[in-house]
């Protein structure tokens, strides 16, 4: 198999290509199933045992209202929802974003005509639903505050008067990777190795030998970038040329920013960019032409 031109021996995880590869396939599910036991501390009988993954395209009920594209979309034995998300950087109204993605998993739990039969009676949906986690791999800290030193982050809703919670059924799960900076010698649980893993994968010469449960041997061996068919290795390196691109375009934009004092145009230049991508899409353009126009991938056009 060709690899010329890649000089690492196994694939970056924080890639499209490769977040889809080991959590977005079915023939895959292991790696999410063990991903999310280990980020829920879960086990015996409540450990998941099994997934389904669901279309990631979620449409409105109204068709001029915006659409979401999840990068993940799946549900377990217990038809609980799961929306796995990887952000490469910070975006403007980050919280609200994944609020708004909140609402269609939520929504299509809605159940129409009648449910079960109850003596004689025909009993319609109880508004009961299945729980929805939100769960954000984040390669940026959101969150500034000094005191925030948390790698993992969950959020519910409470009350204000009570220390206690309103509903367990939505929960918001953030991963700021960039907090995360545990050695080998460190790793103390599962989560860790899986955070370990995926941060370190693209850099690392062998599996370490911390990380020696099953599900590791079999990621490893997935990731090994020599082991591709040439038609995996192209759409890989497309990947990992829309990750870096991306990355030289946020860091060129700050230190200009820096350098010239103008972090308030930066900002509103992406968020004019954002509106010119919007327009563009009100006007029936492909996304093609709207990546060729602003310089934005095919995926975070479709997310905006």
Known sequence: MCSEGLLERYINFYTDFAFKKFFGTPANKQFLISFLNALLKLDGEQEIIDITHLNTEKLPTVESDRKAIYDVYCENQKHEKFVVEMQKASQINFKDRTLFYSAFPIQEQGEKGYIYQLGDKKVGWNYELKKVYIIGVLNFIFDNNPQHTEVITHARLKYDEYDEIYTDKLEFINIEMPKFQKTENELNSMIDKWLYAMKNLYHLLDRPKVLCENIFKKLFNLAEISKYKQSELLAYRDSLKDYRDYYNTINSAVIRG???????????????????????????????????????????????
């Open 258 to 304: 820096r350098e010239e004092g103008r972090e308030e145009e930066r900002v509103k230049a992406y968020q004019e960019k954002i509106e010119m991508v919007r327009k563009m899409k009100e006007m029936n353009m492909t996304i093609e032409q709207i990546s060729v126009l602003t310089s934005l991938s095919l995926d975070e056009i479709e997310k905006i």
